[in-house]
């Protein structure tokens, strides 16, 4: 049985930090009590229901992959929700293609910057909402055994910047009840049917090594029915990007997969799931 009171008198959460000031950047448009509204890369606020996928969230517990900001953390929260969110420690790199390595000490030291800042707009964000959100620090593929028995799972715009997706998926779904898997889909429909994962080669080689596949619904799908879960549906909508290269915000098209399991889930994997992060 899940005893998050348990789990934070063992320490496994991170212990709330102070941050004096809005600093940014935000990952999320969002409106911050006491600062007004904030903008973001994403801005989701418009369909915000859909991209949660068909769950009541009300005395829910909730894993959330990707804390980001914690902009969905929160957006729970409110529904209800007691939420454990999820996010790399600091100063951690996340999954980077191999080139990374060739990246110049000026471009590594800002993304880590970037990486620290939005880490403190979550820091101050929690504050400001008054949130008892709790934060874990570790990689989607290494989470605590003890993280398992959520009624919800949750994971928003998280498999394209890892390299095993897969892995993760099937991790997840050891984890949760129900499962929200939600994807920007920058091949805009055209792996719908195709249990397939892309390669982001021609980004990638442009010096983005953050991003790595395109992972179709259907793959999503067809990994959490092998796992014992049922389709609840696939919901297809448009997001908002803050798009830096054009200029301008432009409309993104997303998936959002919601499953409930129908089947005993199987014990977490000893490739990810058995090591604490």
């Known amino acids: 049985m899940l005893d998050?009171?348990?789990?934070?008198?063992?320490?496994?959460?991170?212990?709330?930090?102070?941050?004096?000031?809005?600093?940014g950047p935000f990952y999320h448009a969002m409106h911050v009590p006491g600062v007004g509204d904030v903008a973001g890369?994403?801005?989701?606020?418009?369909?915000?229901?859909?991209?949660?996928?068909?769950v009541d969230y009300r005395d829910a517990v909730v894993l959330d992959i990707g804390a980001s900001d914690g902009f969905l953390a929160f957006e729970i929260e409110k529904r209800g929700a007691?939420?454990?969110?999820?996010?790399?420690?600091?100063?951690?790199?996340?999954?980077?293609?191999?080139?990374?390595?060739?990246?110049?000490?000026?471009?590594?030291?800002?993304?880590?910057?970037?990486?620290?800042?939005?880490?403190?707009?979550f820091w101050?964000?929690?504050?400001a909402f008054a949130s008892r959100v709790r934060l874990y620090e570790s990689h989607a593929n290494r989470l605590d055994p003890r993280l398992?028995?959520?009624?919800v799972a949750v994971?928003?715009?998280?498999?394209q910047h890892l390299r095993d997706p897969v892995g993760v998926v099937l991790d997840l779904a050891t984890r949760a009840h129900t499962i929200v898997i939600t994807e920007a889909d920058w091949l805009v429909g055209s792996l719908d049917t195709v249990p397939a994962m892309t390669l982001?080669?021609?980004?990638?080689?442009?010096?983005?090594?953050?991003?790595?596949?395109?992972?179709?619904?259907q793959l999503v799908e067809d990994l959490l029915s092998l796992a014992g879960f049922s389709i609840v549906a696939r919901d297809i909508h448009q997001q908002f990007y803050a798009d830096p290269i054009l200029e301008r915000t432009t409309p993104v098209r997303h998936y959002t997969i919601t499953a409930t399991r129908t089947a005993p889930a199987a014990a977490a994997s000893s490739s990810g799931a058995a090591s604490p992060g």
């Open 155 to 159: 994971m928003g715009n998280v498999l």
């Open 124 to 127: 101050f964000c929690h504050r």
């Open 41 to 54: 890369d994403w801005d989701l606020q418009g369909d915000l229901g859909t991209y949660l996928g068909r």
């Open 148 to 151: 398992t028995g959520f009624d």
């Open 200 to 217: 982001f080669t021609s980004h990638i080689a442009q010096g983005n090594p953050a991003s790595w596949f395109m992972v179709s619904p």
């Open 4 to 23: 998050l009171d348990a789990l934070d008198d063992a320490r496994l959460f991170a212990r709330p930090e102070t941050v004096a000031g809005h600093e």
């Open 82 to 121: 007691t939420v454990v969110t999820v996010d790399l420690p600091r100063n951690a790199w996340p999954d980077l293609f191999p080139l990374s390595p060739l990246l110049s000490a000026d471009v590594q030291a800002q993304f880590l910057k970037r990486l620290a800042s939005i880490r403190n707009a």
